[in-house]
Nanobody
Framework: QVQLLESGGGLVQAGGSLRLSCAASGRTFSSYPMAWFRQAPGKEREFVAGISRGGGRTYTKDSVKGRFTISRDDAKNTVYLQMNSLKPEDTAVYYC????????????????????WGQGTQVTVSS
């Protein structure tokens, strides 16, 4: 069983930055594509950014491209989401997700493709 624990959320003014972290338990973290999703009140959960096992490929939602960067440190079993130039519309609960995969180039973008989820961390951007 893999456990994911997010941290780094908080309240920030528009234009500010936050870095989210997701620490994973288990010895096979390097075999997991990882992703960040978010869910705003009254809206469906949406994909934000994903990274393949090994980190060779990333994929970022168009609306955050150029502002958000996903990365991973397999030695620390941690995936990060660096968020810059934050906007009020980025306000949401952010979740990290992972799944075991054999392919090194695959970045799943659908929530149903992920098996493991963290509990979420709140990000609030004030205008």
């Amino acid at each position: 069983q893999v456990q994911l624990l997010e941290s780094g959320g908080g309240l920030v003014q528009a234009g500010g930055s936050l870095r989210l972290s997701c620490a994973a338990s288990g010895r096979t973290f390097s075999s997991y594509p990882m992703a960040w999703f978010r869910q705003a009140p009254g809206k469906e959960r949406e994909f934000v950014a994903g990274i393949s096992r090994g980190g060779g490929r990333t994929y970022t939602k168009d609306s955050v491209k150029g502002r958000f960067t996903i990365s991973r440190d397999d030695a620390k079993n941690t995936v990060y989401l660096q968020m810059n130039s934050l906007k009020p519309e980025d306000t949401a609960v952010y979740y990290c997700a992972g799944r075991l995969a054999a392919s090194t180039g695959w970045v799943p973008v659908a929530s149903q493709e992920y098996d493991y989820w963290g509990q979420g961390t709140q990000v609030t951007v004030s205008s």
